[in-house]
Each structure stands twice: as structure tokens, then as C-alpha cells.
Nanobody, 124 residues
């Protein structure tokens, strides 16, 4: 079992940067692939980025590639999402997710464990 708590959301202006953190509890964090998803108002949840257990492989949605960076610190049981050059269309609730018993692939997951979300608002 893994419990996830996101932090670092907030209100920023277009072009600013923000770093989200996801603190995990549970013994399986260091062996789990981790991902970030987001859900904008009135839209379905979408994949943002993911990282393998050892940090060697990462993947990004096309809309954030080159602007966002995912990383993890297994010693701190934390995964990060550094978001640069933010745009108003990045406004969403961002969710951290961890792979578990159902997990099959980095992008497709599925991810078994989810945080409560962190709201990011980017003003123009």
C-alpha cells in the first residue's frame, strides 16, 4: 500500500515556474513507477509525465515536453514535477500516482495509488 500527498501548487503568472512534490509512504515506493496526471476544469484527466523506479526512464506528454521535468528521490520517498514556462492551459489539478499490483507500463499504467491533488492556476 502506498499513500501519496501532493504539495507545491498555487497561483502563478504565465511564464513562471512551479515545483510540485509528492511525498509517498509505504515500503514499495522505491520499486514503483510514478506518474503525474492533471485534470483541467470540464476536461478528462490526462497523463502528464512518468518515471521508472530507478529514474532512468521518463516520459512526457507532448504538451509539456521541454517545459516540465519529472524526477524522484527514493531516499526521501518523493517524486517531483518541475514546471517551467507555465501557460494558462496548464491550469489544472495535478495528481501524483504510483504503480501497484495492476501496473503494466509507464504510460498506460494503470496506476493503483493516487494522491488527493494539488491545484495549479496559471493566469495570463
Amino acid at each position: 500500500q502506498v499513500q501519496l500527498v501532493e504539495s507545491g501548487g498555487g497561483l502563478v503568472q504565465a511564464g513562471d515556474s512551479l515545483r510540485l512534490s509528492c511525498a509517498a509512504s509505504g515500503r514499495t515506493f522505491s520499486s514503483a513507477s510514478m506518474a503525474w496526471f492533471r485534470q483541467a476544469p470540464g476536461k478528462e484527466r490526462e497523463f502528464v509525465s512518468a518515471i521508472t523506479w530507478n529514474g532512468r526512464t521518463t516520459y512526457y506528454a507532448g504538451s509539456v515536453k521541454g517545459r516540465f521535468t519529472i524526477s524522484r528521490d527514493n531516499a526521501k520517498n518523493t517524486v517531483y514535477l518541475q514546471m517551467n514556462s507555465l501557460k494558462p492551459e496548464d491550469t489544472a489539478v495535478y495528481y501524483c500516482a504510483a504503480g501497484g499490483p495492476s501496473y503494466r507500463s509507464l504510460v498506460g499504467g494503470p496506476y493503483d495509488y493516487w494522491g488527493q491533488g494539488a491545484r495549479v492556476t496559471v493566469s495570463s
